[in-house]
T-cell receptor, first 115, second 117 residues
């Protein structure tokens, strides 16, 4: 049974569209994250979220918004997609906040291509 | 502030020979250090972690790393490479008091390990 699952695995869309990526974890973890990995494999944190606190990386455009219906789910919604948003987006979770642990469980990624 | 430098963007070794992936860190305090592996089209998986206990840390798949404070290094090694080790490897530093991003972590830029048959 997959610990951290994301859908869709692949997403191809046009500039200006709005899209969402869903993430679910069945580990009972408190904190979930979204990361962006560019074509050079460089990994950048976008958000961390638990039921008390949302921390947003200051470089993330406000077109990106996390939405969490419950502790086990953290979806990523992107408005007005741009070419530069093309990347692989990873969802991850940790038992406690990342600062205390560093031990993250990652999903398999969602490859977004904006045309 | 904390930072991490992976000294090689690509490392190529022959199957059966030793693997060395180098990582240097900078941290104002005593950090925790991690190595993650990413196989093609997969998410990252934790290989091993150092959290101020034994300086020689053993991980999965025969990998180990040694924390050397005097050299500010945390190099990853394996005695004998296997074809299945071909992947991207990330060194990560976590320092509760020196920030990092929204996750408190700083990722290295990755080292691509190539295994020659």
């Amino acid at each position: 049974d997959t610990a951290v699952s994301q859908t869709p695995k692949y997403l191809v869309t046009q500039m200006g569209n709005d899209k969402s990526i869903k993430c679910e974890q069945n580990l009972g973890h408190d904190t979930m994250y979204w990361y962006k990995q560019d074509s050079k494999k460089f990994l950048k944190i976008m958000f961390s979220y638990n039921n008390k606190e949302l921390i947003i990386n200051e470089t993330v455009p406000n077109r990106f918004s996390p939405k969490s219906p419950d502790k086990a789910h953290l979806n990523l919604h992107i408005n007005s997609l741009e070419l530069g948003d093309s990347a692989v987006y990873f969802c991850a979770s940790s038992l406690r906040a990342g600062r205390a642990s560093g031990e993250l469980f990652f999903g398999e990624g969602s490859r977004l291509t904006v045309l | 502030a904390q930072s991490v430098t992976q000294l090689d963007s690509h490392v190529s070794v022959s199957e059966g020979t030793p693997v060395l992936l180098r990582c240097n860190y900078s941290s104002s305090y005593s950090p925790s250090l991690f190595w993650y592996v990413q196989h093609p089209n997969k998410g990252l998986q934790l290989l091993l972690k150092y959290t101020s206990a034994a300086t020689l840390v053993k991980g999965i798949n025969g990998f180990e790393a040694e924390f050397k404070k005097s050299e500010t290094s945390f190099h990853l090694t394996k005695p004998s490479a296997h074809m299945s080790d071909a992947a991207e490897y990330f060194c990560v530093v976590s320092d509760l008091r020196s920030g990092g991003g929204a996750d408190g972590l700083t990722f290295g830029k990755g080292t691509h390990l190539i295994i020659q048959p």
